[in-house]
């Protein structure tokens, strides 16, 4: 079975920074897409940023600047700085995988069939 489990969440202030992280078991960071989706209360899930398995990266345009996605294959872990945070950034945090991801679709969430329970980031 895949498992993910995300930690790191806080309460900030804006302006500061903060990274989370996402460790898993039974899924292989070499392949596949992996990203980081935010979902704020009385919101729908959206995505954040998502890396695929060559290592190339997608963000969106509310993160573009701010957050970056990187993996480390060897520690199967997935990671997610934020600087700059803004209150609009307060939202639970999921780490979501799936190896059959379309091209064109990484920022789709239900091309992921894989999630983490999540880490709530609260920037005030």
């Known amino acids: 079975d895949v498992q993910l489990v995300e930690s790191g969440g806080d309460s900030v202030q804006a302006g500061g920074s903060l990274r989370v992280s996402c460790s898993s078991s039974g899924y292989s960071y070499s392949s596949g897409c992996m990203g980081w989706f935010r979902q704020a209360p009385g919101k729908e899930r959206e995505a954040v940023a998502v890396i695929d398995s060559d290592g190339s990266t997608t963000y969106a345009d509310s993160v573009k600047g701010r957050f970056t996605i990187s993996k480390d294959n060897a520690k199967n872990t997935l990671y997610l700085q934020m600087n700059s945070l803004k209150p609009e950034d307060t939202a639970m945090y999921y780490c979501?995988?799936?190896?059959?991801?379309?091209?064109?679709?990484?920022?789709?969430?239900?091309?992921?069939?894989?999630w983490g329970q999540g880490t709530q980031v609260t920037v005030s």
């Open positions: 979501a995988a799936d190896y059959w991801v379309v091209a064109g679709r990484r920022l789709v969430v239900l091309e992921y069939n894989y």
